[in-house]
């Protein structure tokens, strides 16, 4: 299995930008897929990113696109969300997530998931 540890959330002002980083340890890395869920105050996870194992192809919702970019270092076992032009709507508990398929936009298609981190957007 794999172990996923976020980080770089926080506290950043609307039109900001902000990177969050997930880390992974235990089996290779270029195994998983890998992906960004989101999940603000009262409300379900929503799918934001996902790239595949080699990073090859990028996938993301409509509400991020244009503004988000999701990226995967495999030899520093490391994904990357880099999110640009923030919005207070933008604020939630950040998780990435890993499958063994080759990838999905459900929540239900990651076996693994790391704590998440806060990215707080201020209007």
């Known amino acids: 299995q794999v172990q996923l540890v976020e980080s770089g959330g926080g506290l950043v002002q609307a039109g900001g930008s902000l990177r969050v980083s997930c880390a992974a340890s235990g089996r290779t890395f270029s195994r998983y897929a890998m992906a960004w869920f989101r999940q603000a105050p009262g409300k379900e996870h929503e799918f934001v990113a996902a790239v595949t194992r080699s990073g090859g192809s990028t996938y993301y919702a409509d509400s991020v696109k244009g503004r988000f970019t999701i990226s995967r270092d495999n030899a520093k076992n490391t994904v990357y969300l880099q999110m640009t032009s923030l919005s207070p709507e933008d604020t939630a508990v950040y998780y990435c997530?890993?499958?063994?398929?080759?990838?999905?936009?459900?929540?239900?298609?990651?076996?693994?998931w790391g704590q998440g981190t806060q990215v707080t957007v201020s209007s």
């Open positions: 997530a890993a499958t063994e398929i080759a990838y999905g936009l459900a929540r239900t298609e990651y076996r693994y």
